[in-house]
Every structure is written in C-alpha cells, then in structure tokens.
C-alpha cells in the first residue's frame, strides 16, 4: 500500500484496532481510527466517533473521512465485542444486539464505503472474524453465530467486487489479550442448570485470552494483507487458530466434540 493511502479501523480505542491503528500510522499510513467514546483520541492517528449500530452514525464518520482526506483505500471493519451465555439463556434481544454490532455494524460500514470504493476502482476490506466463527463455541454461541455469519458475508462480497478492484479478506484470531475480556457482556438472566458450566468455561476462555499473546501481531499481519498484491480470502492468527481447524480436519468429529468439551471442562 502507498506511502499516504487512507485507511479506516473500526473500534481503534483498544485491542487489535488500537495496535493496527498505531503500527499502520507509524508505516505512513493515513490512518483514521473510531471509538463510541466522546473526546477519544489516538496515538498518531486520528480518531472519529462511530457507533455501528447506527446507520446515521456510519455515514458521518466515513462523510469525514472523505471531507478530510477524500478517498478511502482500505477498510478494517474490527468493532465488536463477546457476548457470553448459553443459547437458551440469551434473550432474542439480546441476540439481536450482538449481530447488530458485529454483523450488521460490518454491512453498514461496508455499504457506506463501497460507493466510494467502486468510484475509485480500487479498495482494501479486511473484516475481522474469530476462531469463533469457524468453530460453535459452547456458552458463546451468539458470538460464534455472527461471527460464522462474517464469514459467509465476506466470502459472497469477496466475489461481487472483485471486478472494481476491491479485495476482500477475513483475518479469523485466535485468544488474544485485549479489552475484549474485560468488555465481555453477559446475558442479563441465568438459568442454575448451567451456572456452573458456564462460569468454568468463561473463566477458562477468559483465561487463555488474557494469557493469549499481543495484539501487535494482528497489526503486522494487517500489514501484510495490505501490502499483498493479491491478498488471500482467510488469514488465521495465533497457534490455537491454525492447529484446532487443522485437528478438526485430521480427527473425527466425535472425538473433536470430547476435545473441545474437554478443554472447557463440559465432560465433568
Ligand atoms: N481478543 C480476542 O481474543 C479476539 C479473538 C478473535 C476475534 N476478536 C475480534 O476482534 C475484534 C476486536 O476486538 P478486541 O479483542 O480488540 O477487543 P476490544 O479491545 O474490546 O476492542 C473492541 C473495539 O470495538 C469497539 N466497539 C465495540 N462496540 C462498538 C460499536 N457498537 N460501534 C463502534 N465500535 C465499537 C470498541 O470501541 P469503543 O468502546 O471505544 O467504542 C473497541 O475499540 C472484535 O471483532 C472481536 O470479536 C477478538
């Protein structure tokens, strides 16, 4: 990517937008990041307010990006955050709630931008999935749904735009220590049959993502997708995101099913 190209991160204020944001700007990238937050700044970069569950929000911020800087290279779409329960304890408001900010906030971002990427004939969209979306985790299934649903979106929007230039690519994390843990939201009301099922495997989750490594990978990995001529459609980040697709692959999917419950303590 140009020395100066326009680059837009969703969700900048902490985690994996923050270090993108800071490795991008520091590369000479033009870089604007977002954050809900009123008065949030950024640390070489500048920050915009964004919500993205808000359509009005949505074209404020990418109308100032084009007013400031007038083109948009390349798009992050990176906001989102954990809900944690089990299905049955998710209210469907709830649900609605956590795919209006981590797939619908991504729709919204994407249909703002693309009028511009296409008048340009070339763009950059790089969503951020999870290991969640490729694999249903227990008492995060609301979370895995829609990041599965990224998955599926970006896949069928790689192809469609391709013709104008634009790429398309998922980068799809392991656990890494960022704000997520502590911003992890739960289900307002539990059910006691799964109270302890539930609290060991968070605790275990929230564990292995705060022990998780840094986000500045997620940052040069960025860097690299926007430096690839032509970049890949996934991009799988950390061991634990490369080593479990490939076990499910290798191993039945019965003795795959007693791993995962293994490791989140559900065989108890
Ligand atoms: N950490 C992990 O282990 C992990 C693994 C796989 C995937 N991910 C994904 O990585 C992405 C970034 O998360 P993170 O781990 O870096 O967590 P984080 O530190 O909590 O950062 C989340 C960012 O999203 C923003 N955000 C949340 N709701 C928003 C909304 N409605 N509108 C606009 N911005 C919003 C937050 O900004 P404000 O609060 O300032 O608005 C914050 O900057 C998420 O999509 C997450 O699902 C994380």
Same mark, same amino acid.
């Given at each position: 990517m140009r020395s100066g190209a326009v680059v837009l991160i969703t969700? /900048?204020?902490?985690g994996f937008g923050a270090a993108a944001a800071r490795l991008l700007a520091s590369r000479g990238l033009t870089v604007f990041g977002t954050s809900r937050r009123e008065g949030a700044t950024g640390e070489g970069f500048t920050m915009l307010p964004l919500d993205v569950r808000s359509d009005a929000s949505v074209a404020a911020c990418v109308d100032e990006v084009i007013r400031r /800087?007038?083109?948009?290279d390349a798009l992050v779409n990176n906001a989102g955050y954990t809900l944690a329960g089990s299905v049955e304890e998710t209210a469907i408001e709830e649900a609605k709630a956590q795919f209006d900010t981590n797939f619908f906030g991504m729709t919204r971002m994407v249909r703002a931008v693309l009028p511009i990427m296409r008048a340009q004939r070339e763009g950059r969209i790089v969503n951020v999935s999870s290991l969640a979306g490729l694999i249903g985790l227990p008492f995060h299934a609301m979370y895995s749904a829609s990041k599965f649903a990224i998955e599926g979106l970006s896949e069928g929007l790689r192809q469609e735009v391709r013709r104008f230039g634009i790429e398309v690519s998922l980068i799809e994390p392991g656990d890494?220590?960022?704000?997520a843990t502590a911003g992890r939201e739960r289900v307002a009301s539990g059910l006691a049959d799964y109270a302890t099922a539930r609290e060991r495997a968070i605790e275990i989750m929230a564990r292995a993502e705060q022990s998780g490594p840094d986000p500045i990978l997620f940052a040069r990995l960025l860097w690299q997708i926007l430096a690839a001529k032509r970049p890949r459609l996934r991009y799988r980040l950390g061991k634990d995101a490369v080593w479990v697709p490939r076990a499910r692959k290798l191993i039945p999917e019965s003795a795959f099913e007693w791993l995962l419950r293994d490791e989140y303590k559900l065989n108890e």
């Amino acid at each position: 990517m140009r020395s100066g190209a326009v680059v837009l991160i969703t969700g /900048a204020s902490s985690g994996f937008g923050a270090a993108a944001a800071r490795l991008l700007a520091s590369r000479g990238l033009t870089v604007f990041g977002t954050s809900r937050r009123e008065g949030a700044t950024g640390e070489g970069f500048t920050m915009l307010p964004l919500d993205v569950r808000s359509d009005a929000s949505v074209a404020a911020c990418v109308d100032e990006v084009i007013r400031r /800087a007038g083109r948009i290279d390349a798009l992050v779409n990176n906001a989102g955050y954990t809900l944690a329960g089990s299905v049955e304890e998710t209210a469907i408001e709830e649900a609605k709630a956590q795919f209006d900010t981590n797939f619908f906030g991504m729709t919204r971002m994407v249909r703002a931008v693309l009028p511009i990427m296409r008048a340009q004939r070339e763009g950059r969209i790089v969503n951020v999935s999870s290991l969640a979306g490729l694999i249903g985790l227990p008492f995060h299934a609301m979370y895995s749904a829609s990041k599965f649903a990224i998955e599926g979106l970006s896949e069928g929007l790689r192809q469609e735009v391709r013709r104008f230039g634009i790429e398309v690519s998922l980068i799809e994390p392991g656990d890494f220590k960022t704000g997520a843990t502590a911003g992890r939201e739960r289900v307002a009301s539990g059910l006691a049959d799964y109270a302890t099922a539930r609290e060991r495997a968070i605790e275990i989750m929230a564990r292995a993502e705060q022990s998780g490594p840094d986000p500045i990978l997620f940052a040069r990995l960025l860097w690299q997708i926007l430096a690839a001529k032509r970049p890949r459609l996934r991009y799988r980040l950390g061991k634990d995101a490369v080593w479990v697709p490939r076990a499910r692959k290798l191993i039945p999917e019965s003795a795959f099913e007693w791993l995962l419950r293994d490791e989140y303590k559900l065989n108890e």
